[in-house]
């Protein structure tokens, strides 16, 4: 099976992964606490089993890395040149408190890059995916599959919007939006819970996602695998492409998601230099 082939039936098993969700959401649904102190509920664990149980019928050779199931040692995780990287339920706190901002996400990894992600979104029905040689799509229900593409500039008019967590901010991130806004104009923030601050960008929605503030690896691979289908990029503070390499830590560095041909990009890279 090729990769788009394969990326056609991981949407499919993302859609079945978020109905196995919806029966808990609004539902005062038990809440755990894990080691690191994030939440876990019921809805993550039944999206869990059944994208574990899909992904193996699809491709029992490639292994997965999923947040309810991360325990892996590196030594094994160095190993793998082609892996399954997962957030069963991506937003348990929005999810927790009753929003739709929650979604699925399923990304296949190769040396560390994204070959395309899938992100897919419970209470719509929606689904985004896409990768860097793949294109990009939205999907709803009974709706054909539409392209989509990132915007270099807001429309004559609109104002810059910047995407920006419900949750997490830090002063290096203040400081970066205050530089940006010097050199761009007037900001606007669109707050929007989990990856679907990468899909905003995607469909040309929003201009500029910087997150200087903690995220894993399963927060971000799969979103930026439809960012990067749409034209845009993900990039460290140092202005490499973002990648996911075995490490020790599952936390992920700063980053920055923009459209790859913005006319601000080398701006936007000095400012996160200098924070």
């Given at each position: 099976?090729?990769?788009?082939?394969?990326?056609?039936?991981?949407?499919?098993?993302?859609?079945?992964?978020?109905?196995?969700?919806?029966?808990?959401?609004?539902?005062?649904?038990?809440?755990?606490?894990?080691?690191?102190?994030?939440?876990?509920?019921?809805?993550?664990?039944?999206?869990?089993?059944?994208?574990?149980?899909?992904?193996?019928?699809?491709?029992?050779?490639?292994?997965?890395?999923?947040?309810?199931?991360?325990?892996?040692?590196?030594?094994?995780?160095?190993?793998?040149?082609?892996?399954?990287?997962?957030?069963?339920?991506?937003?348990?706190?929005?999810?927790?408190?009753?929003?739709?901002?929650?979604?699925?996400?399923?990304?296949?990894?190769?040396?560390?890059?994204?070959?395309?992600?899938?992100?897919?979104?419970?209470?719509?029905?929606?689904?985004?995916?896409?990768?860097?040689?793949?294109?990009?799509?939205?999907?709803?229900?009974?709706?054909?599959?539409?392209?989509?593409?990132?915007?270099?500039?807001?429309?004559?008019?609109?104002?810059?919007?910047?995407?920006?967590?419900?949750?997490?901010?830090?002063?290096?991130?203040?400081?970066?939006?205050?530089?940006?806004?010097?050199?761009?104009?007037?900001?606007?923030?669109?707050?929007?819970?989990?990856?679907?601050?990468?899909?905003?960008?995607?469909?040309?929605?929003?201009?500029?996602?910087?997150r200087l503030a903690p995220?894993?690896?399963?927060?971000?691979?799969?979103?930026?695998?439809?960012?990067?289908?749409?034209?845009?990029?993900?990039?460290?503070?140092?202005?490499?492409?973002?990648?996911?390499?075995?490490?020790?830590?599952?936390?992920n560095p700063f980053f920055?998601?923009?459209?790859?041909?913005a006319a601000w990009r080398?701006?936007?890279?000095?400012?996160?230099?200098?924070?």
């Amino acid at each position: 099976m090729n990769d788009r082939d394969l990326m056609q039936q991981v949407v499919r098993l993302a859609r079945e992964a978020g109905a196995a969700t919806l029966p808990f959401w609004r539902a005062d649904v038990a809440v755990l606490t894990k080691a690191d102190a994030s939440p876990v509920t019921a809805a993550d664990m039944a999206a869990h089993h059944v994208i574990a149980a899909g992904l193996q019928r699809l491709a029992p050779q490639v292994p997965v890395l999923s947040e309810e199931d991360c325990n892996i040692p590196l030594a094994e995780r160095a190993q793998w040149q082609r892996w399954w990287l997962v957030d069963p339920l991506d937003g348990t706190k929005e999810f927790i408190a009753g929003s739709e901002e929650f979604t699925v996400n399923i990304a296949l990894i190769e040396q560390g890059r994204v070959v395309f992600g899938v992100v897919g979104v419970p209470t719509s029905g929606r689904c985004y995916y896409g990768g860097s040689a793949l294109g990009a799509w939205v999907e709803a229900p009974d709706v054909p599959a539409q392209p989509i593409s990132v915007r270099n500039a807001p429309a004559a008019g609109a104002t810059f919007t910047v995407v920006a967590s419900r949750r997490h901010s830090s002063p290096q991130q203040e400081r970066l939006l205050a530089g940006l806004s010097a050199a761009v104009g007037e900001l606007a923030l669109a707050n929007i819970g989990s990856s679907l601050k990468f899909c905003l960008l995607a469909e040309g929605a929003a201009d500029c996602y910087p997150r200087l503030a903690p995220t894993s690896q399963w927060d971000t691979a799969a979103a930026q695998g439809v960012l990067e289908g749409a034209g845009g990029e993900v990039l460290g503070l140092d202005g490499k492409a973002f990648a996911y390499p075995p490490r020790e830590s599952l936390l992920n560095p700063f980053f920055l998601a923009l459209p790859a041909a913005a006319a601000w990009r080398a701006k936007l890279l000095a400012l996160a230099s200098a924070v």
